[in-house]
């Protein structure tokens, strides 16, 4: 869980800029939204397969260059 202590004399908009930056670094965002909601099995699998060749597809057009 992200935690921010606002330090003496710290702006409270400096603290959030922390928060926002911790939040960020540790993928609480991405987390929240994969659990939103539900994916059967089988859809979870065709996205991540999907997205394995999104990855290849982008990886091969780089060697291209």
Known sequence: ???????????IEAALRRFKRKVQQEDIIKEIKKHSFYMKPG????????????????????LME
């Open 43 to 62: 859809e979870k699998r065709r996205a991540k397969e999907a997205l394995a060749r999104k990855r290849a597809r982008k990886k091969m057009a780089k």
């Open 1 to 11: 869980m992200a935690e921010v202590i606002v330090q003496e004399g710290e702006t």
